[in-house]
């Protein structure tokens, strides 16, 4: 029975089993245990950034009125008459000038009468002056002759002040605006017969708001600027002391020169009132960020690269971007970054590439959606790894 199961084929099979167990558990035994995975660096992100100069920036909140003359006169008559002669709508004129002529009727006959009174008196006057220096007349007699020659004397001087004012002549300097009694029409004494408008300087008449009436006061500068689109400057010369009861606001006005009279009265207008000088900084609306608190700011790299949320007021906008306050004097801005940068974060800084530079920072580039795009850090140059 043992000879059976040791026999030749038997042992074979096991030496063989034997063989293949040795060399599986030696190949084990000898083999190296597996490294343990390697740790891998977190990777600091890339930013690129610039330095940003703050620059004096003109604070001034905008106003919308209408332009006035700064005079208007009505031309009246001081006597009555027919319209002989009248200056043409339109017709520039100075103070002083004779505009309109009267017809002067039989005022010439009364005026010639009115003089030939006044010597006949003068005669009597004398003569009645002469008998009493002789003794042979009364006193009495002189006083009552010396009476009548100045009645004369007045009824001449109203005549001839009845034949000077036949003619009309211009209160002021400005522009014959509107021509009220045609040649030929009858005016009556105090009736109108044309008007005249003085526009040098002109008055730009807006109304300013409660909460703004405290920054403004007389003698301070303003920009005009005409519904045109022609620009000059302008001075506050009166703020109302009272608001106007239905719409509590306050009347101000604007002394805008006009030495050609080439703009006209009643024009809209634009005005820009000067409140204070501002250092602030110019950059593109794209860089413009949100905190955690709702907070409007930009993100900046400080001296250990690391990223500072920084908190700004606008002060002004223009075409091509926003002027911020509450910076530094320097600063360097991040302008284009990769993904999500949170405060207090180590980052990887770069120059800003040129072709980015003046569409962020720099003033004068005009925003355009492309600019907007480009602050964004969707694109960094050379940041990829």
Do not use: C
């Amino acid at each position: 029975m043992r000879s059976k199961i040791f026999n030749s084929t038997t042992l074979v099979f096991l030496a063989i089993v034997a063989l293949i167990v040795v060399w599986i558990g030696g190949g084990m035994i000898s083999r190296e245990p597996p490294a343990p995975p390697q740790q891998l660096s977190p990777r600091v992100p890339t930013v690129a950034a610039s330095w940003s100069d703050a620059e004096d920036v003109v604070r001034e909140f905008v106003l919308y009125g209408d332009v006035e003359p700064v005079q208007v006169s009505t031309l009246r008559a001081r006597t009555d008459g027919l319209v002989e002669e009248v200056a043409r709508q339109g017709t520039q004129v100075q103070a002083g000038d004779e505009l309109v002529q009267l017809s002067t009727d039989d005022r010439e006959a009364r005026l010639a009468r009115a003089e030939a009174q006044v010597a006949s008196a003068r005669r009597a006057a004398e003569a009645a002056q002469q008998l009493a220096d002789r003794g042979v007349g009364p006193q009495s007699d002189v006083q009552a002759r010396q009476a009548e020659l100045e009645a004369a004397r007045a009824e001449l001087r109203a005549i001839q002040l009845e034949i000077e004012n036949t003619t009309l002549r211009a209160p002021i300097a400005g522009v014959i605006n509107r021509v009220i009694a045609d040649i030929g029409a009858y005016v009556s004494p105090g009736g109108e017969v044309l008007e005249i408008v003085d526009n040098d300087p002109l008055i730009a008449v807006v109304q300013v708001q409660q909460s703004q009436i405290v920054n403004v006061r007389a003698g301070m500068p303003a920009r005009i600027r005409f519904i045109g689109g022609e620009e000059t400057q302008g001075e506050v010369r009166f703020v109302s002391p009272l608001a106007d009861a239905a719409t509590r606001t306050f009347r101000v006005e604007i002394e805008v020169p006009n030495p050609e009279g080439e703009v006209p009265a009643g024009i809209s207008v634009e005005a820009m009132l000067v409140t204070r000088t501002v250092e602030a900084h110019h950059i593109s609306t794209a860089l413009v960020r949100l905190d955690e608190q709702g907070r409007l700011g930009l993100n900046a790299v400080d001296e250990d690269d690391r990223i500072v949320f920084k908190p700004v007021d606008i002060v002004m906008a223009d075409s091509s971007g926003i002027w911020v306050a509450g910076l530094a004097s320097r600063e360097r801005l991040v302008t284009i970054s990769q993904g999500a940068i949170a405060a207090g974060e180590r980052v990887e800084v770069r120059e800003t590439p040129p072709e980015y530079l003046s569409r962020t920072i720099a003033p004068g580039a005009p925003a355009t959606e492309t600019e907007a795009e480009a602050g964004t850090g969707a694109d960094l140059p050379e940041a990829q790894e």
